[in-house]
């Protein structure tokens, strides 16, 4: 644009349209500001509960389920889970530490397993499928690739080695349309919506670097208490409570 002299009605006239093209583009701007963008990361929908056939019984203690909180620990009493299944098919994938690719790390992990197997036999309508996962460098990958498949509705890890990538893996799948995780014999730190854990007295490793031997004893870990932690950590999951931690009753199991 040519420099024009001081006073002008043209500079005058330019002045007042730059000034109002800016003006008009400074509210543009800021109504796009407010507006929301489709683009843009909205706050992640709740997790839809997956239907269930029956319900828990109130000495499950279960919380409002539009107000409870993730990480929150219900402690229910025996057996008050035992009404709850699956209302269809429910595909469940249990993730455990192995030796190798069929041989559990310890026997500790084989009583988890073994927990879903039995539970799966007794109940038609789970698909069960069982990988051991044997390369700690892996493990994060191993979990990653089973959960963006989507071929599970449940992911089931077991052995505390699994904790923290599950973890972490969790919290990526978190968003809509979660794909839900389910800790057994163990329980995650800082759980999202989309991962509850199930455990007892004995057997609630928390990962995070913490000293093992100050949350798990390999003692505690039985078979009856394996397979009333697993009933009630899926009873839970099934009736809407996808991020609460279930504590049974050792002295009942």
Do not use: C, K
Not at 28 to 55: F, K, M, N, Y
Not at 148 to 158: C, F, G, N, W, Y
Not at 182 to 205: F, K, M, R
Not at 225 to 243: D, K, P, Q
Request: glycine share 6%; charged share 20%.
């Amino acid at each position: 644009m040519p420099a024009l002299s001081p006073g002008s009605t043209r500079r005058r006239t330019v002045l007042f349209v730059a000034v109002s093209a800016l003006a008009v583009v400074a509210v543009a701007t800021a109504w796009g500001v407010l507006q929301p963008r489709d683009s843009e990361p909205q706050e992640p929908a709740a997790a839809a509960a997956p239907l269930a056939d029956g319900s828990l019984a109130p000495g499950f203690h279960a919380p409002d389920l539009d107000t409870y909180y993730s990480g929150q620990l219900i402690e229910p009493d025996p057996e008050t889970w035992t009404d709850v299944r699956p209302s269809s098919e429910y595909r469940v994938l249990v993730m455990a530490d192995g030796q190798d690719a069929s041989t559990p790390r310890d026997p500790q992990v084989a009583i988890l397993v073994g927990a879903v197997e039995r539970w799966a036999r007794e109940e038609d309508r789970v698909e069960l499928a069982v990988e051991y996962l044997s390369d700690p460098h892996a493990f994060i990958d191993e979990i990653d690739r089973a959960a963006i498949s989507r071929d599970a509705d449940l992911i089931v890890t077991a052995g505390n080695a699994l904790v923290d990538p599950v973890a972490v893996v969790s919290a990526n799948y978190a968003g809509e349309d979660p794909q839900q995780f389910l800790v057994l014999g163990a329980e995650v730190a800082e759980p999202t919506h989309n991962i509850a854990a199930s455990d007892w007295q004995g057997s609630a490793y928390l990962g995070e670097g913490v000293t093992e031997s100050d949350y798990y004893d390999p003692a505690a870990v039985t078979e009856p208490r394996a397979y009333a932690a697993l009933r009630a950590g899926v009873a839970a999951v099934l009736s809407g409570y996808t991020g609460i931690i279930v504590r049974i009753p050792t002295d009942q199991y």
